[in-house]
Structures are given as structure tokens and as C-alpha cells.
């Protein structure tokens, strides 16, 4: 009966030994770990991509697709701000039936290529929306402005002509890339250009 005593405080002694142990090296609280810590998203292809987050919060992890573009403008100083005088030997203005197109820079084919707009002028919005919601990555790609209606003989309305190209990354001055809008804007000698590219928001499908 003594050594059953015995036994039994040995063994309830071990358990609080075991019970004042856990208690010191309890888990700590990843709160209080992350006080002074920074989250957010370390994926390369989001609009909210950072390179010097301490921790991933995955629901910060958003991705832009694309739901229209636009050019909001095209300026030729040299020619008077027009689209045609550029291509056509006529004293006449035409505004331009316009194409617009997008590809990933390596690309074979358009992810974008527009229907026709027609007469617009140089200085007037214009605007497609997205037949399909297309992802935009933090690479390069290439554009083409098109006027149908300009032809590289220096005649009007016989075919298509471009009126302007550029690459741009929508993700690289990702102040151009803020509040559901990508802005490209470009210059090439005295030819000025704005397009814009219209996204939402979502995670990863």
C-alpha cells in the first residue's frame, strides 16, 4: 500500500514538473512576432508586388485582367496634330479609322487585337472594350496603332497603314499601374502617344 503511495506522488510529481515546464515554452503569438514586420506580396506578376516585405499575406496577392483600352491620344506637331496628313499627300484632314493591338513582346499572336474605330479624331478618346479578360505580367510588351484607312504609297483610304508602335512593362513604374489602370504614355521624336489599359482586381483563379 506504501509503495503504490509512493508511486503515485512520484508519478503526479513528474506530470507538474512536465505541466511547469510547457508553461514556460508555450508558443509564441505570431502577432506579437509581426509587430515590427512588414507583409505583403512577394509575387513578381502582381500590381502590389514588393521586394522588401519581412512575411507573404497572400490575400494582398492580386492580379490585373484587363476589361479595355484606350488611346487617349495621338499628336503628330510636325503634321498639324493629325493622323492622316502623315501618310496621305493631300491638303485634307481624315480622321483615322483606328486598330489598336497587343502582344506579349515574344509573342506570335495579338492577346489584343481591336476592331475598327472609325473617324476619329487625333484628340478624341477611343475606346474597345475587352472581349476577354486577359492577365497582364510584369513583362514587356509591344503595341500597334493601325489606321485602316492610310496606305504606305501616300494615298488615302486603300488600306492600313501604322501609325504608331511601342513596348512598355505595365508593372514597371507601378505608379502608372494604380487605381484599376495601366498608362502608357510615350514619345518619339515629336509623335506623342497615351493608351491606357483598364483591369480588375482578382486572386489568382
Known amino acids: 500500500m506504501k509503495k503504490t503511495f509512493f508511486k503515485g506522488l512520484f508519478i503526479l510529481g513528474i506530470a507538474s514538473s512536465a505541466l511547469v515546464l510547457n508553461s514556460c515554452y508555450k508558443k509564441e503569438d505570431p502577432n506579437l512576432v509581426r509587430e515590427d514586420k512588414k507583409g505583403g506580396c512577394n509575387d513578381f506578376d502582381s500590381p502590389f508586388y514588393n521586394a522588401t516585405i519581412d512575411y507573404i499575406v497572400e490575400e494582398d ?5 484587363t476589361n479595355a483600352y484606350e488611346v487617349t491620344y495621338y499628336n503628330r506637331q510636325e503634321n498639324g496634330d493629325d493622323w492622316d496628313q502623315y501618310w496621305c499627300v493631300t491638303p485634307n484632314y481624315e480622321p483615322a479609322d483606328l486598330i489598336l493591338r497587343i502582344k506579349e513582346l515574344d509573342a506570335n499572336d495579338w492577346f489584343f ?17 475587352a472581349p476577354g479578360a ?43 499601374a494604380e487605381d484599376g489602370v495601366v498608362t502608357v504614355k510615350q514619345m518619339v521624336g515629336q509623335d506623342s502617344i497615351q493608351i491606357r489599359i483598364y483591369y480588375d482586381l482578382k486572386a489568382e483563379i
Request: hydrophobic share 30%; glycine share 4%.
Open 134 to 176: 486577359v492577365k497582364l505580367y510584369n513583362k514587356n510588351y509591344v503595341y500597334e496603332l493601325i489606321d485602316e484607312d492610310g496606305d504606305s504609297d501616300f494615298t488615302c483610304d486603300t488600306g492600313s497603314d501604322l501609325i504608331f508602335t511601342g513596348i512598355f512593362n505595365p508593372f514597371e513604374n507601378i505608379e502608372n
Open 113 to 129: 487585337e481591336s476592331t475598327v474605330n472609325e473617324d476619329q479624331e487625333y484628340n478624341t478618346i477611343t475606346k474597345w472594350i
Open 61 to 65: 496577392c492580386k492580379f490585373a485582367f
